[in-house]
């Protein structure tokens, strides 16, 4: 179902994100709809919003103790029809934002991120993260969060942060996510659909909450509203840590002095170096994202080509899961590494991936290396990548990265001036291109123009600019009276 959730574009909803109590409503028996398992999650896999637990993912599924997936997922697909009409209002989160052309994704699993804990209505019990492996640490967390008297109905999983917390720090992180709640239901009942009843929290706070560890001696904030903000977060939910927080008030910018304009500098570069050697190439297409490894200008026999090989690879793998998630990019990633002959160095360039990529919040999924020595990889993709979000298509190439060359371009404006002169009572075409076309047009293709002019009774007249785009081209064709004489051939060049 499309859902108008009041940004001006509409969302998707898949039949699999809606829960349970729209079956429900609409007369179905949820248990009877509800699959019992569903293979295909892979045990590390994380939500990017909120840590997964042996408990609910988000509405998508569980995995029991040496049992199959439990799934919150359909069996069978009710028509969406059927369980929501034209004009129905319902309480959805945006899970995935519109990439290209591609709408936001929705679900009605909502799901409120704090330091400690994910808030999830649906959920109904209490969950623990499945990274945390520690089986006396998970039931400790459980314990911990069943003597907190949580209202009934409201689920809470504990996220990875939680590991080692006190009973106090996650009473008060229940505290500030139900005080929240309280805000969404309050605004739901008393706002007209369709309005923004909850936004996530900003990028400084996000990252303040999602990677403050104990080891990070200091926060530093140069702006104003920016240190009040976090000031005020910490102090609601990381108290002990507010102390860390410090305001940066020198004339000298702050990226600067911590020397990081360089490392910004460098998401966008596309070939990255690698410490010893070598380098990664990394290409961004609609379809994929594909890295190239390269050794380098290395010299030596086979055997030390093998090694050297090994080497590179290792130092790739974990380069290529850093600029992964520094310039967040997801979907289908094809890494081409360097061949190498031996299994077992393979299977390790394979391991050093895996680990490198357990840092990811994103759920990320590794293929074995293929017989062309493609290892093959998927990662979540929530929003746009870092450079869909910083560039736009350079309006000269459209986004192709080439342009037509001078001779490319005469062709063509060749042919156009041609059909501009077939058209019935034209006098005069006058063509506008880039400096450099206009020379080959006046230059090389002069005798074709002369005899054009000669065969058809047209002048032709042919301007040049140096602030065109090189495949920039105005044409107009006027009658004897200087009146414009339409040409709708040209509507299918643009």
Known sequence: AFVDFGVGRNGFLHISDIEPQYFRQAGYDPEEIMDS???????????????????????????????????????????????????DEVLVQVIKEGIGT??????????????????????????????IEDEDERRKLRSMMLELQLPKGVGFIVRTAGQDRTRKELSRDVA????????????????????DVYEESDIMIRTIRDTFTDDIDSIVVDEEAAFKRAQEFLELVMPRF?????????????????????????????????????????????????????????RGGEENAEENA??????????????????????VIVNDFIDMRKE???????KTLRDAMKRDRARTKILRTSPFGLVEMTRQRIRPSFKRSVYED????????????????????TRLIMMACQMPNASRV??????????????????????????????ILILGSDTLFPEHLDLECRDKDANLIPLAFLNERN
């Open 430 to 459: 006058t063509v506008k291109v880039n400096e450099n076309v206009a020379a080959y047009l006046n230059n090389k293709k002069r005798r074709d123009i002369i005899q054009l002019e000669e065969a058809t009774g047209v002048m």
């Open 242 to 298: 507010a102390d860390r927080l410090h305001r940066y008030d020198r004339k000298e910018p702050l990226f600067h002095q911590y020397k990081l304009e360089q490392e910004i500098a460098r998401i966008h570069q596309r070939i990255v170096p690698l410490k010893g050697g070598g380098s990664i190439v990394i290409d961004q297409t609609e379809a994929l994202v594909a890295v190239d490894v390269n050794s380098g200008s290395f």
């Open 37 to 87: 398992s569903y293979p295909g999650v892979d045990d590390d896999e994380e939500d990017s919003s909120s840590d997964d637990s042996d408990g609910k993912r988000h509405g998508r599924g569980q995995r029991p103790r040496g049992g199959k997936l439990r799934s919150g997922r359909p069996r069978f697909k009710p028509p969406i029809q059927e369980i929501f009409k034209r004009g």
């Open 394 to 413: 350079c309006p000269c190439c459209k986004g192709r990265s080439l342009v037509k060359t001078a001779e490319s371009m005469s062709i063509e404006v």
């Open 310 to 331: 090994f080497h590179v690879n290792v130092s790739a793998a974990k380069e290529i899961a850093r600029q992964l998630r520094l310039r967040d990019l997801g979907g």
């Open 176 to 195: 500030y996510l139900l005080r929240l709640w309280k805000v969404i239901v309050k605004r739901v009942k008393n706002q007209p659909a369709p309005c």
């Open 102 to 131: 591609k709408g936001p994704t929705l679900s009605t699993y909502i799901s409120i991120p704090g330091r400690y804990l994910v808030l999830m209505p649906a959920l109904g019990r209490v969950g623990v993260s499945r990274k």
């Open 344 to 350: 077992s160095h393979r299977r390790k360039v394979e």
